[in-house]
């Protein structure tokens, strides 16, 4: 099933996408040689660190700024030859509301500047969870609350690719879950295509199926989460005595002590026997589990190698 998604052809396709603010010597390079394909039914992953340049070509996806070099292409068509805006929507800075009218309100105002006739917009305020809340001042709402406005007006007009910039903004635990749910369905259900940013590595491991990492401006490394993840097969077995356990192990399989646990090159499929060596052997073992490599290591060695090689 997790092969099948992504496969589409492409929604969004970026070409040597570069942006200096500022003119004469003093620019700011904030966007440079940014080239990527986002496919249909993907969620896909724009991640980097504060300053890294994610605004920066959102704005530009959006046409909210002109690039400074490079091609834009949504659904085949160059942007340049005018924005195919009904097909897609977008939050950034966590959307722009009217302070004194409610949520529901907002979302009908939007909706009829977008030629639209908000029918709908109550099963949108269902969707990001503000059905309860859609009545109220927009100025009473947390800042979790107005994301969540945000992203359902990106929905308003039904588009088929979503852009959020960082939509995590601001949501506590539950409602990052939540927001991933709701992007998760975007895709799974409605069959969006969804390009979001995000300095945070845990959240784009868990809803995206591809990433692009950005670092100050340039882009380092576009792939599967999967394959970001990728390591050789280990197991993390935490016994005792630890170096009995690697010298019963180690004429079998690679082993390394690192802190309290062994780490063993294996596949999941010798665990019963290097169980069995190890109660041979009279070790007292506590846990055995499949270790994997989080995003955050595969971000640390990507972005440490780049800095190393520049
Ligand atoms: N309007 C502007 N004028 C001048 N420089 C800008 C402007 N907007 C952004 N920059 C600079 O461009 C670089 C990239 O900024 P950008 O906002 O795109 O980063 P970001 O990845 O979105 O960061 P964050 O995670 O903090 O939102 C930074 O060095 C920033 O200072
Ligand atoms: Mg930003």
Redesign the pocket.
């Known amino acids: 099933m997790e092969q099948m998604r992504g496969g589409g052809e492409p929604v969004l396709e970026i070409a040597g996408l570069g942006k200096t603010?500022?003119r004469r010597g003093g620019g700011?390079r904030?966007?440079q040689d940014v080239s990527l394909t986002v496919r249909a039914g993907e969620v896909y992953g724009f991640l980097?660190?504060?300053?890294?340049?994610?605004?920066?070509?959102i704005r530009m996806l959006l046409g909210l700024i002109t690039p400074s070099a490079g091609t834009i292409r949504m659904f085949g068509r160059d942007l340049r030859h005018g924005q195919p805006v009904r097909r897609v929507g977008s939050l950034v800075d966590g959307g722009a509301f009217y302070p004194f009218l409610s949520g529901r309100r907002n979302l009908d105002v939007l909706a009829r500047t977008q030629g639209l006739d908000g029918t709908g917009i109550d099963a949108l305020l269902a969707q990001v969870g503000l059905e309860r809340d859609g009545h109220r001042k927009v100025k009473g709402y947390s800042t979790g609350m107005r994301q969540r406005l945000g992203v359902a007006a990106a929905l308003l007009n039904d588009p088929d690719l979503v852009i959020l910039?960082?939509p995590a903004n601001g949501l506590d635990a539950a409602g990052i879950q939540e927001m991933r749910a709701l992007i998760r369905r975007l895709t799974a259900e409605h069959g969006k295509s969804v390009f979001l940013?995000s300095?945070l590595l845990n959240e784009v491991q868990q809803v995206c199926d591809r990433v692009a990492i950005?670092d100050r401006?340039v882009l380092i490394r576009e792939a599967s989460v999967a394959d970001l993840l990728q390591t050789e097969a280990s197991l993390r077995i935490v016994a005792t005595p630890l170096e009995a356990a690697r010298a019963a192990l180690a004429e079998r399989w690679p082993c390394e002590i690192d802190g309290t646990a062994l780490v063993v090159r294996a596949e999941q499929a010798q665990a019963p026997e290097i169980l069995r060596r190890l109660v041979e052997a009279r070790i007292d073992v506590f846990s055995l589990a499949p270790s994997q490599r989080t995003l955050e290591e595969a971000f640390l060695a990507i972005t440490q190698s780049e800095t190393a090689d520049a």
């Open positions: 603010y500022g700011v904030a966007v980097g660190a504060n300053g890294a340049g994610k605004s920066t070509t910039d960082e940013s300095h950005i401006g």
